[in-house]
């Protein structure tokens, strides 16, 4: 867990870089590039790690006197951290010429520090172990991603689009968030691992609710409404991220919470089965009306 630490704080770093260099434009980006990728390299590093002691990469702190907050990695978090690591730094990498206006100074050096931001609490929620780690890096996540589609705020399509997205992401939150109250309701514990014992109809209330704001966040039918919207507004290397690795969280949380409930009623596969063929369908004859690249993908 060290060396994954260790990458997160080479890529805080990274991202408070750009606020100190702003000034010296070609420094900045290049400073912030190198960096972020460097700590993104760490992070290849550790989840190699992770595959070989997967006990003992485990983190926890108390915070407020009284909210644990622990993140731990296992293969199932891993396998979502290698998307975040591999394709962010590309991503990255990308952004140097692409956000080539020295005159803009200062709002590109914010919307480094944004994406880091989105960077990390990513990582974080993958590792999330506990209702309260999760719910914090999550909304860090959504807030991050926000700021980013809001890049241009000068233009008012720009300023739909990431008022659509701020909305559709803050609902979908409601819905998680209601899932993890009613499971706490009957566990008494802030731990994934206490869902095992709910009582089945309550397991499958918990997985619907959550259903809809992971699924809201994974832009599956009919919950995508805000992702034509904000992704053509997101500058390229955010979309990329947004597109390529954002999503992926929404996946993420159901892929989770449907092992941390250690469900056997075949009918969680089956809705979720269902919702997959209908938003491939329907993805691809919305895809084949659209002529914006952006809003194809």
Not at 26 to 36: C, N, Q, R
Not at 67 to 91: H, M, R, V
Not at 192 to 200: D, H, I, M, N, R
């Amino acid at each position: 867990m060290d060396t994954f630490l260790l990458a997160l704080a080479v890529l805080l770093a990274g991202g408070l870089f750009p606020l100190l260099t702003y000034r010296w434009f070609s420094l900045m980006k290049l400073g912030y590039v190198a960096i972020t990728v460097t700590g993104c390299s760490l992070g290849l590093y550790a989840i190699g790690a992770s595959f070989q002691e997967p006990n003992l990469l485990t983190f926890s702190k108390t915070w407020l006197h009284f909210f644990n907050i622990s993140f731990s990695l296992d293969a199932l978090t891993s396998f979502f951290l290698i998307p975040i690591f591999a394709i962010c730094p590309l991503a990255v990498i990308y952004s140097f010429h692409y956000m080539d206006k020295a005159e803009q100074r200062g709002r590109v050096a914010v919307n480094y520090v944004f994406l880091t931001l989105l960077i990390i609490s990513m990582a974080l929620v993958a590792t999330a172990d506990d209702i309260i780690s999760f719910a914090l890096v999550w909304e860090l996540m959504s807030l991050s991603s926000f700021f980013l589609v809001m890049h241009e705020y000068q233009r008012e399509d720009t300023r739909k689009a990431g008022y659509i997205y701020l909305v559709f992401t803050q609902v979908g939150a409601m819905f998680i968030f209601a899932a993890f109250a009613l499971a706490y309701s009957y566990t008494d514990s802030f731990g994934f691992q206490s869902f095992a014992g709910l009582p089945a109809n309550i397991k499958l209330l918990v997985f619907f609710l959550a259903l809809v704001g992971f699924g809201s966040k994974a832009g599956i039918f009919p919950l995508h409404i805000w992702l034509p919207h904000a992704h053509p507004a997101a500058p390229s290397h955010v979309s990329a991220v947004m597109s390529g690795v954002m999503i992926k969280m929404g996946i993420y949380g159901i892929f989770r919470l449907y092992v941390a409930l250690d469900v056997t009623d075949i009918i969680f596969g089956q809705v979720v089965l269902t919702l997959g063929m209908v938003s491939g369908i329907l993805g691809v004859v919305y895809a084949l009306g659209k002529h914006d690249l952006k809003k194809l993908l």
